[in-house]
């Protein structure tokens, strides 16, 4: 599968570039950013295969000079939309960073493209990975999810998303992964510009969401049924994380973009097939989010945020309509 990469920021440079140096049957054939340093930065790291690959200052030129079948979209959330659509407008398919738009109006325009994008909610192939088959097909779910970190570790150059965009919509999402169902309404939401909480109510659990971007890195997820019965948990962060560092396993950003981009090699993504057809043909716990999960996701933060502007009440999630 050949992607080219619009964005040549830390998440490119610490996540994509170092997840398709260690994939199977990925390679990236451009790189296009404004800035030429960040741009240079990108193709030596991917260099390290041996073929630094070609550059462009904007992605409509890679588009035009270089035959691409996945366009990684990694520039901050105010060009998603226009880069996908530049995407779209070649017959390439998009995998857009989160989140998937500003607001939820513009999510929504993302998901009208054709091909639809897909969302890069890469929590999938972490917790999701570990944690899927540990949970039952049926029967109500209690979830408690946490995701920490100080942005200013993560030194980004440019984005400076709230909190509830920045890391608790991957939680968002991941709470209807795991429950494979849709957000129904917000609660008890408290949200500050680093820091958030909330209650989200699915359709057959609800999920406790806290979500920091200030404080040290830990991730958090618990699952257990009506019962209180633990059904799984998995802990990342702090000692542990740095021991794992020093023991020489895989960084759990790289390791989840690698899973994530080697199971859209693998259904064939890469085509112009609609994605809700591949999960009708039984992928759905090995395919990446779709712009139609990031609508949703978007939903629920809008519910949100009227919840915390209303004292916490609860605010229903604008229901949003299945794929065609």
């Known amino acids: 599968m050949r992607i080219g990469i619009a964005g040549c920021g830390r998440i490119a440079e610490r996540g994509y570039v170092p997840a398709a140096l260690a994939a199977q049957g990925v390679t990236i054939v451009g790189f296009a950013d404004l800035d030429s340093q960040r741009l240079d930065r990108c193709r030596r790291l991917w260099a390290a295969k041996g073929d630094e690959g070609p550059g462009f200052a ?34 390439v398919r998009s995998l857009v960073e989160k989140p998937p738009a500003p607001d939820l109006e513009s999510a929504r325009r993302l998901a009208a493209l054709d091909p639809q994008p897909l969302l890069a909610f890469n929590r999938r192939f972490l917790q999701g990975a570990e944690l899927r088959d540990s949970i039952p097909a049926e029967g109500w779910l209690e979830l408690d999810l946490e995701l920490r970190f100080r942005r200013d570790a993560w030194g980004a150059h440019e984005a400076r998303d709230e909190a509830i965009l920045d890391a608790g919509l991957h939680l968002i999402d991941l709470a209807c992964h795991l429950t494979e169902s849709a957000p129904i309404a917000v609660r008890r939401a408290q949200l500050e510009h680093e820091r958030g909480f909330l209650e989200l109510e699915l359709a057959r659990g609800r999920a406790r969401i806290t979500c920091a971007t200030d404080r040290n890195h830990r991730e958090t997820v618990t699952v257990r049924d009506r019962s209180g019965r633990l059904l799984g948990r998995m802990n990342w962060g702090g000692f542990r994380s740095r021991l794992a560092g020093v023991l020489g396993k895989p960084n759990p950003l790289v390791l989840s973009l690698k899973r994530q981009l080697e199971a859209i090699e ?36 809008e519910a949100a945020r009227r919840s915390a502007a209303l004292g916490g009440a609860e605010v229903t999630v604008e229901p949003v309509e299945a794929a065609a």
């Open 58 to 91: 904007d992605a409509a030129s890679m588009l035009e000079a270089v035959a691409i079948d996945l366009l990684v979209v990694a520039a901050p959330a105010d060009y998603h939309v226009a880069l996908a659509t530049e995407a779209a407008t070649a017959g």
């Open 266 to 301: 693998a259904a064939g993504v890469s085509l112009l097939e609609p994605p809700h057809l591949l999960l009708q043909q039984g992928h759905p716990r090995r395919l990446p989010a779709t712009a139609h999960d990031g609508v949703a996701a978007m939903a629920a933060v």
